[in-house]
């Protein structure tokens, strides 16, 4: 059968356990001066070992061979029998799973009678703060006097929850979480074992996630060296089972993002694509890469803002979208408008294309077939749109931001707003115009000519939009 990894390495001795050596020393020189106390509370988040550290107690009070010990033989029968979980006289309750009324109750019974196999025995009431009022009641009056052969442990991850008077009658000891050191070495130590080339930096990635909790840490080592069985295996192929976005090419992008490199950023965007990375993944992680740098970075801050400000904004208008490549372009094109420096260099080239566009002697005029109106346009302007997604979906991250406003005489006037002078720049090119007239006359079944024109807007006051924008992007990122 196979056993999960953090089973299988549960330390057997105190030697074996990792971090927590504040507490490992107490206990150890405890038990070697034979001086343990009636009652323990071990609280910390999962994963830290406090059960693991229960049983050795179990194991230094019991050994058969050492005596009342620091160093248990793992040998005698008792030893044997508490690394199996079997041994009569270590008395695990769960809390958690029945609230321990049964439990307690059972426990009061039988508490008097002497251990059956070794010295002491062993309680440990796991997530003890779980248990109702009249269980803990119980075992305040059991802890208040409890026989010379008990030890009582209790572990919770919530100890707030525990009332003080059941605190003041233990001795008290907070497990803390795993440094990167402590853990990547136990990692490094079980990968060695279990014949799992890993390399440094993937370590630390499973540290990054795992929370400092070691049983989460083995686990997500046990997952990834499954899914790379007899490969080794490097910071990539962790970002990969992990989800996580390798920073290396979150860095890429925003580097790109922040000297406009806009072709560059599209065919980021594809290889991003092609090596299967999940496109909405990359832009939220891109956006906390971005609150990342804002901190350390003070001129990054309002670009930064924008930049998150894109992110959510795409992200949500396109929730249910399903090409997320689509939802990359638009998001580029609005990354794009809202690089502030770029930004003033257009807005200067802009007037003069929209002077030269609201020439009409520029427009070379076909000879039209049946008169359309802007109604009919407008009605099948998202079908139109969908034919040009097939085609070219890029152009879909330039048509976005601009719509039909005027018919006359088949030339039909589609309208972007100042801002947006980039993408009406780029719907003139004649390769991309003539997608979408294609487009159109299909749809509409005649000649159209088309114009795109900048509106003549004044900046929008957005003070409002601001202050309603963060708010819904810091619920976006579930920060504060
Ligand atoms: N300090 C540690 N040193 C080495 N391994 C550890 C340590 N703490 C936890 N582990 C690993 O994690 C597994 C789970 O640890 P343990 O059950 O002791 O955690 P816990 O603190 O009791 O967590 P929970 O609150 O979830 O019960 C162990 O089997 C072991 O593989
Ligand atoms: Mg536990
Ligand atoms: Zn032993």
């Not at 309680?123 to 010379?148: R, S």
């Not at 992008?253 to 950023?265: C, G, M, T």
């Not at 719907?427 to 509106?455: C, P, R, W």
């Amino acid at each position: 059968m196979h056993i999960a990894l953090y089973r299988k390495y549960r330390p057997k001795d105190f030697e074996e356990v990792a971090g927590e050596q504040d507490i490992v020393k107490t206990i150890k020189a405890s038990l070697s001066m034979n001086k343990m106390s009636h009652a323990y509370l071990f609280s910390g988040p999962r994963g830290l070992g406090k059960t693991t550290i229960a049983r050795l107690i179990a194991k230094g009070t019991n050994c058969l061979k050492n005596g009342v010990t620091d160093t248990p033989c793992n040998e005698c029968e008792n030893c044997l029998a508490i690394t199996e979980g079997n041994f009569m006289d270590m008395i695990e309750i769960d809390a958690a799973s029945n609230r321990g009324i049964d439990e307690i109750r059972n426990l009061k019974d039988k508490i008097n009678y002497k251990p059956s196999k070794g010295r002491k025995k062993v309680y440990i009431i796991d997530e003890v703060h779980m248990l109702t009022k009249e269980a803990f009641n119980a075992l305040l009056k059991t802890l208040e006097e409890p026989p010379e052969h008990v030890i009582f442990i209790l572990a919770t991850t919530e100890p707030e929850k525990i009332i003080p008077t059941i605190i003041s009658r233990c001795q008290r000891y907070d497990f803390r979480t795993f440094s990167l050191n402590d853990m990547v070495a136990r990692l490094r130590y079980i990968s060695k074992e279990e014949k799992i080339q890993i390399s440094d930096k993937g370590l630390e990635m499973i540290f990054e996630s795992s929370g400092g909790s070691m049983r989460d840490g083995i686990s997500i080592l046990e997952r990834i060296s499954i899914n790379y069985l007899n490969e080794e295996i490097d910071e990539e192929k962790v970002g990969f089972v992990l989800g996580i976005t390798p920073t290396k090419r979150l860095e890429k992008f925003l580097s790109l993002i922040r000297e406009s490199k806009k072709e560059d950023l599209i065919q980021e965007l594809n290889k991003i694509y092609q090596d299967g990375l999940d496109i909405e993944l990359f832009f939220k992680d891109l956006g906390k890469a971005c609150k990342d740098l804002m901190i350390k970075e003070k001129n990054f801050i309002e670009e930064g803002i924008k930049i998150i400000g894109s992110i959510y904004e795409t992200l949500s208008k396109f929730k249910f979208e399903e090409d997320k490549r689509l939802v990359g372009y638009v998001l580029i094109n609005d990354l794009y408008r809202n690089n502030f420096q770029k930004v003033e260099v257009i807005t200067q080239k802009s007037e003069a294309i929209q002077e030269r566009s609201e020439e009409p002697k520029d427009i070379i005029k076909y000879d039209i077939g049946k008169e359309i109106t802007l109604e009919e346009v407008k009605k099948v302007w998202d079908n139109a749109l969908k034919l040009v997604k097939k085609e070219k979906i890029s152009l879909m991250s330039f048509l976005i931001s601009g719509y039909p406003k005027k018919v006359e005489k088949n030339v039909i006037e589609i309208i972007f707003d100042n801002e947006n002078s980039f993408q009406q720049e780029q719907m003139t090119k004649k390769d991309n115009s003539e997608i979408l007239k294609n487009a159109l006359e299909k749809m509409l079944e005649t000649k159209v000519t088309l114009k795109f024109v900048l509106k003549n807007k004044v900046k929008k006051e957005n003070k409002n939009d601001n202050d309603d924008l963060s708010e819904q992007i810091m619920s976006f990122f579930g920060g504060k």
